[in-house]
C-alpha cells in the first residue's frame, strides 16, 4: 500500500478554471502539508494542517485553499488557475514528536 | 529553521563514499539536522536525522561536528541510483512546525 498517496499524478486545465487535487495518507499521521515545486525545483511549504490548526504560508494566494474531510486526507482546491500555478505539488504527513515527513509522489499541473 | 548552506553540486565515482556537507552555523539547540533526498520526477525521501550524536541506517552516516555548526551525510558505497538532490534542513519537531527546503545539493555519481 502506497503510504501517501496523490490524484491524479497529471493535471492539464485552462486558466480561470478550478481544481483539487487529492492526498490520503494511511500513515496514521496526525499533520499533513502541502508543498509547491516550480520550474526552478525550489520545494515552496504551502499549508501545515492538523486536527486543530491550520499554518498558512502568507505567500500562498487566497485562491488556494486546503480541504480537509478526516484526519487521513488533505485536499487542495485551487480557484481561477493561472499560469504561475504550473509547478508540482507534493503532499507529506508526519507524527507530531516524530521525525521525518512521507511525500507523496506528486502531482504536475500544467495550466494552459 | 535555522539558515542551512550546502555546495550546489558534487560528483562521485560510483562505488566510493560520497560525502555531502551541509552548514548550520545558527542551528538552535530544539532543533535537528535532516537529510532527504529527491530522485528526478519523485516525491522527497527521507534519509536520516540527529540532534548531537552521529547516526548511522541502512541509507547513510550522519556526522555532526562537537558545536553542531556542520554535518556531513555519508553515504558509504555510492550506486548510480543515488544520483539525487540532497537537502540538509535543521529544524525543530515542535507540532506547528514545518519543514523549510533550501537548494540543495546534486549529487551525481557517475560509473
Known amino acids: 500500500d502506497t503510504a501517501v498517496s496523490q490524484t491524479p499524478k497529471y493535471l492539464v486545465t485552462q486558466m480561470g478554471n478550478d481544481k483539487s487535487i487529492k492526498c490520503e495518507q494511511n500513515l496514521g499521521h496526525d499533520t499533513m502539508y502541502w508543498y509547491k515545486q516550480d520550474s526552478k525545483k525550489f520545494l515552496k511549504i504551502m499549508f501545515s494542517?492538523?486536527?486543530?490548526?491550520?499554518?498558512i504560508n502568507e505567500t500562498v494566494p487566497n485562491r488556494f485553499s486546503p480541504k480537509s474531510p478526516d484526519k487521513a486526507h488533505l485536499n487542495l482546491h485551487i480557484n481561477s488557475l493561472e499560469l504561475g500555478d504550473s509547478a508540482v505539488y507534493f503532499c507529506a504527513s508526519s507524527q507530531v514528536g516524530s521525525y521525518g515527513y512521507t511525500f507523496g509522489s506528486g502531482t504536475r499541473l500544467t495550466v494552459v | 529553521d535555522a539558515k542551512t548552506t550546502q555546495p550546489t553540486s558534487m560528483d562521485c565515482a560510483e562505488g566510493r563514499a560520497a560525502n555531502l556537507p551541509c552548514n548550520h552555523s545558527?542551528?538552535?539547540?530544539?532543533?535537528?539536522v535532516y537529510w532527504y533526498r529527491q530522485i528526478h520526477s519523485q516525491g522527497p525521501q527521507y534519509i536520516i536525522h540527529g540532534l548531537k550524536n552521529n547516526e548511522t541506517n541502512e541509507m547513510a552516516s550522519l556526522i555532526i561536528t562537537e558545536d553542531r555548526k556542520s554535518s556531513t551525510l555519508i553515504l558509504p558505497h555510492a550506486t548510480l541510483r543515488d544520483t539525487a538532490v540532497y537537502y540538509c534542513?535543521?529544524?525543530?519537531?515542535?507540532?506547528?512546525?514545518?519543514?523549510?527546503f533550501g537548494g540543495g545539493t546534486r549529487l551525481m555519481v557517475k560509473p
Open positions: 534542513i535543521a529544524s525543530s519537531n515542535n507540532a506547528g512546525n514545518m519543514l523549510t
Open positions: 494542517y492538523n486536527n486543530k490548526e491550520l499554518i
Open positions: 545558527t542551528i538552535s539547540g530544539n532543533e535537528y
